[in-house]
């Protein structure tokens, strides 16, 4: 799997403030690699700095398919960090256990062919922590079975989004893919219709959208919306009426919209 590889020019040193989704160290992060791999967001390396065990660090996160950012020089800042000897490599974590995308994928397609209409939702590269836990708030209290996440350039599930989702990240299936629009192919392939979340007058109205089927619905960043190539991979194109001058939505808050009217479709359906 290609690794995830940042490179830096020379300059200051990476500060890093203390904080529950870190870990540091070349063995605790190397057994979290060896036995929990999951839970690993990204790894962080002082560039001048080498060993057998940080080039092992390496070269499995290489094989997992897990972040690895390389830094000038690396510092630790905070509550208990002058007590903290990083060695060289700290690690973010998941404040909740992640699933792989082959399982998603297959629980997705085995509700599909038990006659359900499951929802997902995708995230392009959201920025905002706070907007993530929104929405995947919003995802499990509409019904949806999953949340599809980008590993770059995406906000990590930290203590900042774990809080904003009010605990909903622990109820509801979570997954991190490196090629978006690869993973939407596979969902495709399960079964899914997929809806790209757009701000275009060529796309059709929300409420003239019917979401009685197999549906992942795709948002993008605060910025930029969806990327190009992602929105391409999408079968359908929504865009939610407004009143007044403002042309766009918070993340979140056109993510809940969506999601909530395809969950009432679903209910009056039944």
């Given at each position: 799997?290609?690794?995830?590889?940042?490179?830096?020019?020379?300059?200051?040193?990476?500060?890093?403030r203390m904080s529950d989704d870190l870990i540091w160290g070349v063995h605790p992060v190397l057994e979290t690699l060896l036995?929990?791999?999951?839970?690993?967001?990204?790894?962080?390396?002082?560039?001048?700095?080498?060993?057998?065990?940080?080039?092992?660090?390496?070269?499995?996160?290489?094989?997992?398919?897990?972040?690895?950012?390389?830094?000038?020089?690396?510092?630790?800042?905070?509550?208990?960090?002058?007590?903290?000897?990083?060695?060289?490599?700290?690690?973010?974590?998941?404040?909740?256990?992640?699933?792989?995308?082959?399982?998603?994928?297959?629980?997705?397609?085995?509700?599909?062919?038990?006659?359900?209409?499951?929802?997902?939702?995708?995230?392009?590269?959201?920025?905002?922590?706070?907007?993530?836990?929104?929405?995947?708030?919003?995802?499990?209290?509409?019904?949806?079975?999953?949340?599809?996440?980008?590993?770059?350039?995406?906000?990590?599930?930290?203590?900042?989004?774990?809080?904003?989702?009010?605990?909903?990240?622990?109820?509801?299936?979570?997954?991190?893919?490196?090629?978006?629009?690869?993973?939407?192919?596979?969902?495709?392939?399960?079964?899914?219709?997929?809806?790209?979340?757009?701000?275009?007058?060529?796309?059709?109205?929300?409420?003239?959208?019917?979401?009685?089927?197999?549906?992942?619905?795709?948002?993008?960043?605060?910025?930029?919306?969806?990327?190009?190539?992602?929105?391409?991979?999408?079968?359908?194109?929504?865009?939610?009426?407004?009143?007044?001058?403002?042309?766009?939505?918070?993340?979140?808050?056109?993510?809940?919209?969506?999601?909530?009217?395809?969950?009432?479709?679903?209910?009056?359906?039944?």
């Amino acid at each position: 799997m290609k690794e995830h590889r940042k490179e830096v020019k020379p300059g200051p040193e990476k500060r890093i403030r203390m904080s529950d989704d870190l870990i540091w160290g070349v063995h605790p992060v190397l057994e979290t690699l060896l036995h929990e791999p999951e839970r690993l967001l990204e790894i962080i390396l002082h560039r001048e700095r080498r060993s057998g065990k940080l080039d092992e660090i390496v070269r499995i996160a290489r094989e997992k398919g897990i972040r690895t950012t390389f830094v000038q020089s690396l510092r630790l800042t905070g509550e208990g960090a002058a007590e903290a000897r990083h060695q060289g490599v700290l690690a973010r974590t998941s404040q909740t256990v992640l699933l792989s995308f082959e399982e998603l994928v297959q629980r997705f397609a085995g509700r599909v062919q038990n006659g359900e209409l499951p929802r997902l939702i995708a995230c392009d590269s959201l920025q905002d922590p706070h907007n993530l836990g929104a929405i995947i708030r919003s995802a499990l209290a509409s019904g949806a079975v999953g949340v599809i996440l980008t590993r770059e350039r995406s906000a990590p599930l930290s203590g900042t989004a774990v809080k904003a989702s009010a605990g909903a990240v622990s109820h509801i299936d979570i997954c991190q893919v490196t090629n978006l629009v690869a993973a939407l192919k596979k969902i495709k392939e399960a079964g899914a219709w997929v809806f790209g979340a757009v701000k275009d007058e060529t796309a059709q109205s929300l409420y003239a959208t019917d979401f009685r089927l197999p549906a992942c619905i795709v948002v993008g960043s605060e910025g930029d919306g969806i990327r190009p190539l992602v929105r391409r991979e999408c079968d359908i194109l929504v865009s939610i009426p407004m009143a007044g001058s403002l042309d766009s939505l918070n993340s979140s808050v056109a993510a809940a919209v969506i999601l909530f009217e395809a969950m009432r479709q679903n209910a009056e359906s039944h």
